[in-house]
């Protein structure tokens, strides 16, 4: 048995993009030469952490043909670099600036991939707003993009949702600087074993989950972060951008939830008359739209099905009998 081998996956690591340091799983496939690449794109809170056991079950599908990346949305997570230093972040981003730099994040991926003998299929798979992320990169990197996998998106009128019109208040100006002091006041004054029983109140989060939650992400930039982006869907994700998905909607393969406070089915109707030519699916298990906390096994199976018939369509014997030759380690973490 090899070192490599008693590694424990995801691997974690961090490296910077545009000059910003990006908090990242990797799953490599085992042969070292992958038939296709997976960015995996959070919702917001954004911490890629909640997608590990999801991740890790559709990897389990393709373990001999599939590398999977996971990046956290920037400055929603605390984390650390690979000298162990803690990460800071200088200034809240705004929407835009996530995009711009998940944009990045790509273009970096593409390249160390592209230059491999035989170029990897390259997919997206978002989650919420992270499908309209998926969006953006597709806009204006659509030739370099094959697939993509839209899980409950949240990519139009995200403001007049049922849950939009709910939690609006709260990512309003004032309300987000006071919520994020409010919070470290109250990590501050409490135990710590008072603020994971609070978190554990949630009724989608586990124990690992509420754990992470309290050390990852209840901290007031984080707060800040999470909140600003919020305000920011509601304000700028406005119509669905129907030219896209008429001219690249083949790239598409979305699934919508039934019962879903964020992307409602009138969503899932509009998207199914505009993108004739993509597959837009309705859910039929009543999987909530935060599946990740309570459903990641189920929608891998889901998505892993998904995923083969693409990838059969375009080259079924590679995809099954992977080459186990000539292994390659095209994505590695950039110096800090």
């Given at each position: 048995?090899?070192?490599?081998?008693?590694?424990?996956?995801?691997?974690?690591?961090?490296?910077?993009?545009?000059?910003?340091?990006?908090?990242?799983?990797?799953?490599?496939?085992?042969?070292?030469?992958?038939?296709?690449?997976?960015?995996?794109?959070?919702g917001n809170p954004?911490?890629?952490?909640?997608?590990?056991?999801?991740?890790?079950?559709?990897?389990?599908?393709?373990?001999?043909?599939?590398?999977?990346?996971?990046?956290?949305?920037?400055?929603?997570?605390?984390?650390?670099?690979?000298?162990?230093?803690?990460?800071?972040?200088?200034?809240?981003?705004?929407?835009?600036?996530?995009?711009?730099?998940?944009?990045?994040?790509?273009?970096?991926?593409?390249?160390?991939?592209?230059?491999?003998?035989?170029?990897?299929?390259?997919?997206?798979?978002?989650?919420?707003?992270?499908?309209?992320?998926?969006?953006?990169?597709?806009?204006?990197?659509?030739?370099?993009?094959?697939?993509?996998?839209?899980?409950?998106?949240?990519?139009?009128?995200?403001?007049?949702?049922?849950?939009?019109?709910?939690?609006?208040?709260?990512?309003?100006?004032?309300?987000?600087?006071?919520?994020?002091?409010?919070?470290?006041?109250?990590?501050?004054?409490?135990?710590?074993?008072?603020?994971?029983?609070?978190?554990?109140?949630?009724?989608?989060?586990?124990?690992?989950?509420?754990?992470?939650?309290?050390?990852?992400?209840?901290?007031?930039?984080?707060?800040?972060?999470?909140?600003?982006?919020?305000?920011?869907?509601?304000?700028?994700?406005?119509?669905?951008?129907?030219?896209?998905?008429?001219?690249?909607?083949?790239?598409?393969?979305?699934?919508?939830?039934?019962?879903?406070?964020?992307?409602?089915?009138?969503?899932?109707?509009?998207?199914?008359?505009?993108?004739?030519?993509?597959?837009?699916?309705?859910?039929?298990?009543?999987?909530?739209?935060?599946?990740?906390?309570?459903?990641?096994?189920?929608?891998?199976?889901?998505?892993?099905?998904?995923?083969?018939?693409e990838l059969d369509s375009w080259?079924?014997?590679?995809?099954?009998?992977?080459?186990?030759?000539?292994?390659?380690?095209?994505?590695?973490?950039?110096?800090?």
């Open positions: 048995m090899s070192f490599v081998s008693r590694i424990a996956l995801p691997q974690r690591t961090c490296w910077a993009v545009a000059g910003e340091m990006r908090e990242t799983l990797f799953w490599p496939c085992k042969s070292g030469k992958a038939q296709a690449v997976m960015l995996l794109v959070p954004g911490l890629i952490d909640f997608y590990i056991d999801f991740c890790s079950a559709l990897h389990n599908q393709f373990s001999d043909s599939l590398d999977i990346i996971g990046v956290s949305h920037l400055g929603h997570t605390r984390f650390s670099d690979n000298r162990g230093l803690s990460v800071k972040h200088s200034s809240i981003p705004s929407l835009s600036d996530q995009v711009a730099n998940m944009v990045a994040v790509f273009d970096q991926i593409d390249s160390d991939y592209t230059s491999a003998a035989q170029r990897p299929k390259m997919l997206l798979c978002g989650h919420s707003v992270g499908c309209y992320f998926s969006e953006k990169i597709v806009e204006c990197r659509g030739d370099r993009v094959d697939r993509v996998f839209s899980l409950f998106p949240a990519v139009e009128n995200i403001a007049s949702t049922p849950r939009g019109r709910q939690l609006w208040p709260m990512f309003r100006p004032g309300v987000r600087q006071l919520a994020a002091g409010l919070v470290d006041m109250l990590v501050r004054m409490l135990p710590s074993a008072a603020i994971l029983g609070l978190a554990g109140l949630s009724r989608s989060l586990n124990e690992d989950n509420a754990r992470m939650v309290v050390e990852k992400m209840l901290h007031g930039p984080c707060i800040s972060s999470i909140l600003k982006m919020a305000a920011d869907e509601m304000d700028e994700i406005g119509d669905l951008n129907e030219e896209l998905y008429r001219r690249l909607g083949h790239k598409f393969v979305m699934y919508y939830g039934c019962n879903d406070g964020w992307v409602p089915p009138i969503h899932h109707k509009r998207m199914a008359s505009v993108n004739t030519n993509g597959k837009v699916h309705m859910c039929q298990n009543g999987f909530p739209h935060s599946f990740v906390t309570t459903h990641s096994a189920e929608m891998a199976l889901i998505v892993a099905d998904m995923l083969r018939e080259n079924p014997v590679a995809i099954e009998t992977p080459s186990a030759t000539a292994a390659r380690r095209p994505f590695t973490a950039r110096a800090d």
